[in-house]
């Protein structure tokens, strides 16, 4: 019984924060982001502002998070079930590369706005900084518990990498006002990611030797 009720409360709170980020998003989108206050996402979320700053802390983050939305737990959990025989490098880089692939269509108009504000491109940013805590959790599985600061490091440089990526991906519209993302975002992910190959390599291999 009490895990049914810690799982119906799970579901209640991704529930909750799902209907405030589309919220977010929708308002952003209706009225313009400068135009959005805190009080709007949550009245239109069925929410109070108090349960509003459980899960954001800012608009903006509620905005983004419409696009980025729990992208953090997907990475790790992509690390995590890369079979043994794939090597730590490659798991990182292809699950990094899977879950920031471009957002699509659907998400046209929400990079759209964001790119237009200096406020939502840098909170698109940050959300690199996200799957640090989560990405040092999968790596240090992988490694073991021989190296106790090698997975937090790593997971770091790996969260640095992306938020180079995507600032140069979402760079500000042309003068033109044309919003034209900055190159592939894959591939600026490979290239940012490139110099951490050496490290997680060798982070292996030390993991792999015997005692």
């Known amino acids: ?20 980020r589309e919220a977010a998003l929708r308002l952003a989108l209706e009225h313009g982001a400068e135009n959005v206050r805190v009080d709007d996402i949550a009245e239109a979320a069925g929410v109070s502002p108090r349960t509003y700053n459980n899960y954001f802390s800012s608009r903006e983050q509620a905005i983004v998070a419409a696009v980025t939305a729990e992208r953090e737990a997907r990475v790790a959990a992509a690390v995590a079930a890369r079979p043994a025989g794939v090597g730590l490098a490659d798991a990182v880089v292809e699950a990094m590369v899977e879950q920031y692939t471009d957002p699509g269509e659907q998400h046209r108009d929400a990079l759209l706005l964001i790119s237009t504000r ?8 940050e959300t690199a900084g996200a799957i640090e805590h989560a990405l040092a959790d999968a790596i240090a599985q992988r490694l073991g518990d021989s190296e106790p600061y090698t997975a937090r490091v790593l997971a770091a440089s790996v969260a ?52």
């Open 160 to 211: 640095a990498a992306a938020r180079i990526a995507l600032r140069q991906w979402i760079a500000p519209p042309t003068a033109s006002g044309l919003v034209v993302p900055s190159g592939s975002l894959p591939d600026l992910l490979r290239a940012t990611l490139a110099p951490l190959v050496p490290a997680l390599d060798a982070a292996e291999n030390r993991a792999q030797l015997p005692l």
């Open 118 to 125: 200096p406020a939502l491109r840098d909170a698109l940013v």
């Open 1 to 20: 019984m009490t895990t049914r009720r810690t799982g119906l409360r799970e579901q209640k709170k991704q529930a909750t924060k799902e209907a405030l």
